[in-house]
């Protein structure tokens, strides 16, 4: 019983983290219906920004800013200087294009940082506190709940409190109209790429230091897992991304901590399955008109 | 407006285009001739050149097996597959257990290479039709999400299954060395030039009438416009698995092929990068054509060639070296990725047709 308990609040952990990066995912989708192949390797870039600037001044934090800038740098500069420029009346070219980058990126890292393993930091203990004789949670997985519960809060916040969320929505919504009426549609949806790459640096900085360490390929896995989460709830839907991170990330620990860290590859491609043959839509598809 | 060529009758009549001049032959004929042409420059080139070319040459014949099954794949029927790196493997581990298998039973002639690969093929095309069934439901996103899934998690089944697989180190390939009629100073890369450019061609012709058929143009209609396709009374579903069984069964034998060649099987050949490779190849040949795949099979085996002998021109320290050895291949393909389907969505043989075209126009030699 202690080992489930520890099993599902290190899922729940684990899940914030894919749940951060599922709500990425979402946020590029419902901008553009583009699914960003790219998260991934731009979420390491972000963090090797974060390694040498912690590199430089010794400071942990220093470096998670840097991360987080770097994140919304590079996912402005991603949609102004090439998704923009792609056809997107075949929905395959922005795949394709996304791939490219990955590809870019991973052979740009390890030229500059190597294709080892570097160690990555935490900011607090990995070590579980125990609570009557119980190992519970670590300092740092509360630090990965708050962080990412604050990024949740506020992009709820901003899209639907503040006149630039609403204007972003509109842009997404109706482009065209919201053109005539003065919304600088171009604009927003640079906008929503940069906030889906930030939310997506940070997701690689909480990840990074729980799994093997930083490498160009260290996100491969959990974008896999990210997607999984992101199509479980629905890639419309920003409180299914949160659902299904939390679901994916709950189900993988109990596969790892039961039957061995080898098959999470296996249990993610099954459960990817299972719901794209069962539920395509995801969890929280509305029923939608069949176009035949 | 695809859909209507779909459903015209296939009559002899129509296979002679007003247009092109001089292509009255039956397709098949007109694909055999090709085919038998390319087999006898191979067949010159593979004395003109030395061992290590030989080689590369037989590579880039694996490699054209599995780049013309996916340009098929996702050319022809519009379906992004980023799982072909998984049915290579799957052909190629497969491969390997059927020589053990057979060396294990003491059958160590080199004809019964020919099962093992007939055995690979059919291994690849099962799993295939398990994820075409799966992918026949999915559209754009959501079937590049599940093909990079199956992608990931090759590596996990090598060691998950380590009594099968034997985990990261792999399986060695028995392979039969050249037959002794051929002479006991024959080298070996020529033989196994000769065995992939037989397999690859045989397999190229296949797919080239198979792309003027009935079943090719149901791809592109499919393709074009689902809708209408349906209208016209093609199956969907059933038009993108077979797609799909095609192209895993020619990756399956590309990946026979590599193992052969390498005569061993490891996962580290087989992981998301290989598969990303073969669709860059694809894209930047130019999507749908296999002569577009051709020139991405090239591209795979020449860059990084190209670049290892660029990086020896300066003088770099070794671990600098290294890294820009291994990924300035890597770095070239993506900035050309972007940048081909950015300004050149018809790749390579895109801009060859193109080429050809406007200079028929200004010389119009040759036309009766």
Redo the contacts between chains.
């Keep these: 019983m202690d080992r489930f308990l520890f099993l599902t609040l290190d899922g729940l952990s684990r899940g914030a983290v894919y749940a951060a990066f599922a709500l990425a995912l979402v946020l590029i989708w419902r901008a553009g219906r583009?699914?960003n192949?790219a998260q991934g390797a731009m979420a390491v870039a972000a963090a090797y920004v974060a390694y040498s600037v912690t590199a430089a001044t010794g400071s942990y934090w220093l470096g998670f800013a840097a991360a987080l800038l770097a994140g919304l740098l590079l996912g402005a500069i991603v949609d102004v200087a090439?998704m923009r420029?792609?056809?997107h009346r075949?929905?395959?070219?922005p795949?394709?294009?996304a791939?490219?980058?990955?590809?870019?990126?991973?052979?740009?890292l390890?030229?500059v940082y190597?294709?080892e393993y570097l160690p990555a930091q935490t900011p607090f203990s990995r070590t579980a506190l125990t609570v009557g004789g119980t190992a519970v949670l670590s300092p740092y997985d509360l630090f990965v709940f708050a962080t990412v519960g604050v990024v949740g809060a506020a992009l709820v916040w901003v899209f639907t409190r503040t006149a630039i969320g609403l204007r972003m929505r509109a842009a997404a919504f109706a482009p065209e109209v919201s053109r005539l009426l003065g919304v600088n549609v171009g604009g927003m949806l640079t906008l929503g790429w940069a906030l889906a790459s930030g939310v997506g640096a940070l997701a690689a900085m909480l990840v990074i230091p729980t799994g093997l360490g930083l490498h160009p390929?260290a996100m491969?896995?959990v974008?896999?897992s990210a997607?999984?989460a992101a199509?479980l709830g629905g890639?419309d839907s920003p409180p299914g991304a949160v659902v299904g991170g939390l679901g994916v990330g709950l189900l993988l620990s109990y596969v790892s901590g039961y039957a061995?860290g080898?098959?999470?590859?296996?249990a993610?491609?099954a459960l990817?399955?299972t719901v794209?043959?069962l539920r395509?839509g995801g969890l929280f598809a509305p029923v939608t008109a069949r176009r035949? | 407006m695809s859909a209507t060529r779909a459903t015209a009758p296939p009559s002899r009549a129509a296979a002679v285009d007003p247009a092109r001049p001089g292509r009255s032959l039956p397709t098949l004929v007109r694909h055999l001739a090709v085919a038998a042409g390319v087999a006898l420059l191979v067949l010159l080139a593979s004395y003109q050149l030395d061992s290590f070319r030989n080689f590369q040459l037989a590579t880039v014949a694996a490699y054209l097996c599995a780049t013309a099954g996916l340009t098929v794949l996702?050319g022809l029927c519009?379906q992004?597959s980023?799982g072909h790196g998984a049915l290579m493997a799957t052909g190629a581990y497969t491969l390997a257990l059927a020589q053990n298998a057979l060396a294990d039973g003491g059958r160590t002639a080199g004809g019964w290479l020919v099962v093992s690969l007939v055995v690979a093929v059919l291994a690849t095309v099962v799993v295939g039709a398990v994820v075409g069934v799966?992918a026949a439901?999915?559209?754009?996103?959501?079937l590049?999400?599940?093909t990079?899934?199956?992608a990931?998690?090759v590596?996990?089944?090598t060691?998950?299954f380590d009594g099968v697989f034997n985990g990261e180190q792999g399986l060695a390939v028995p392979v039969a060395p050249a037959p002794a009629g051929l002479g006991s100073y024959f080298p070996h890369e020529r033989w196994q030039l000769w065995v992939a450019a037989a397999a690859t061609l045989s397999c190229l012709v296949l797919l080239a009438n198979l792309v003027r058929s009935r079943y090719g143009r149901a791809f592109r209609a499919v393709r074009d416009d689902e809708?209408a396709a349906?209208l016209a009374g093609i199956h969907v579903a059933r038009t993108q698995v077979v797609a799909f069984v095609v192209s895993a069964a020619s990756a399956g034998l590309g990946g026979a092929l590599l193992a052969v060649l390498a005569q061993s099987v490891s996962p580290g050949a087989f992981g998301?990068?290989l598969s990303?490779f073969l669709?860059?190849a694809v894209?930047i040949g130019g999507l749908g054509r296999l002569a577009g795949a051709a020139w991405g099979a090239v591209l795979l085996v020449a860059l990084p060639d190209l670049t290892h002998s660029l990086t020896n021109l300066f003088t770099l320290s070794p671990?600098a070296a290294q890294?820009?050895e291994?990924?300035?291949?890597?770095?070239i393909?993506?900035?050309?990725?972007?940048v081909v389907?950015?300004a050149a969505?018809g790749g390579v043989q895109g801009l060859l047709s193109r080429l050809t075209r406007a200079l028929r126009a200004r010389w119009p030699v040759g036309r009766s």
Excluded at chain 1, 90 to 93: A, C, D, E, V
């Design positions: 583009i699914v192949f090439v420029l792609v056809d075949s929905p395959l070219n795949v394709i294009v791939l490219g980058l990955v590809l870019l990126i991973q052979a740009v390890g030229m190597g294709n390929h491969d896995l974008f896999v997607f999984t199509v890639l061995g080898d098959l999470i590859p296996l993610v491609l990817l399955l794209l043959l395509p035949v | 996702t519009g992004l980023l799966a439901r999915l559209r754009g996103p959501y590049a999400g599940l990079l899934a199956v990931v998690v590596p996990a089944l060691v998950t809708v349906r998301l990068t990303l669709l860059m894209v671990a890294r820009l291994g990924n300035l291949p890597l770095a393909f993506g900035a050309t990725l972007i389907m950015i969505p």
